[in-house]
């Protein structure tokens, strides 16, 4: 039962040391977590679906891992990564390729463009359209 001000429930760890509290509400375990930055990830150890859901729904993490704490990370196919102060991003998969690419717009105006005559210099074309357009 790790006290919550003890230095393994202020920072993320990544093991051998796995601190552990028990808790007689899920309110109260909803409430901890949601007091401090948001975890890289939340792994709930229940059987009762309603209770995980609610975990679900009212803590935001990077991800949860139901009933394990070490095969997500492994799952290719599944994004894995942080939000806020756990980083922001996923890694692995589609979501990971999206993540670490930087997209390159590159733009070509066509060589015959109407827009070179909203440009200056203004020429007479330029100076006849507008002309007409007031009346002139």
């Known amino acids: 039962n790790a006290p919550p001000d003890c230095a393994l429930m202020q920072r993320e760890i990544f093991g051998p040391i796995l601190p552990l509290r028990t808790y007689?509400?899920?309110?109260?375990?909803?409430?901890?977590?949601?007091?401090?930055?948001?975890?890289?990830?939340?792994?709930?150890?229940?059987?009762?679906?309603?209770?995980?859901?609610?975990?679900?729904?009212?803590?935001?993490?990077?991800?949860?891992?139901?009933?394990?704490?070490?095969?997500?990370?492994?799952?290719?196919?599944?994004?894995?990564?942080?939000?806020?102060?756990?980083?922001?991003?996923?890694?692995?998969?589609h979501e990971g390729f999206e993540t670490f690419s930087k997209l390159r717009p590159v733009f070509y105006q066509a060589r015959w463009s109407s827009l070179k005559f909203l440009m200056p210099p203004y020429g007479k074309f330029a100076e006849r359209v507008l002309a007409f357009l007031i009346g002139r």
């Open 24 to 93: 007689a509400q899920l309110e109260e375990v909803v409430a901890s977590i949601n007091a401090g930055p948001r975890p890289l990830a939340v792994y709930p150890f229940s059987h009762d679906t309603a209770q995980v859901q609610y975990l679900i729904d009212h803590v935001m993490s990077g991800g949860v891992s139901v009933n394990d704490a070490l095969f997500h990370v492994g799952q290719h196919d599944l994004p894995f990564g942080g939000v806020g102060e756990s980083g922001m991003g996923h890694y692995h998969g």
